[in-house]
């Protein structure tokens, strides 16, 4: 019995689609570590100007 393009398609369709899900989740994980990575050298940052801010506050609040 012969199988048609559209019966090759349906039987490759599963695993092209788990393909595609592990590359997008791939992606995904790559961005997240990167934003993560992002976030952590900033917070540093934040955390020191924002001492620095309620040290500007704590001063106008003592005056």
């Known amino acids: 019995m012969e199988q048609s393009s559209d019966d090759l398609k349906k039987e490759s369709k599963p695993d092209d689609n788990i393909q595609r899900l592990l590359e997008q989740n791939r992606i995904n994980t790559q961005a997240l570590r990167?934003?993560?990575?992002?976030?952590?050298?900033?917070?540093?940052?934040?955390?020191?100007?924002?001492?620095?801010?309620?040290?500007?506050?704590?001063?106008?609040?003592?005056?």
């Open 34 to 63: 990167k934003l993560l990575k992002f976030i952590e050298e900033k917070k540093p940052m934040e955390v020191k100007s924002s001492n620095k801010s309620q040290d500007i506050v704590i001063n106008k609040l003592k005056k």
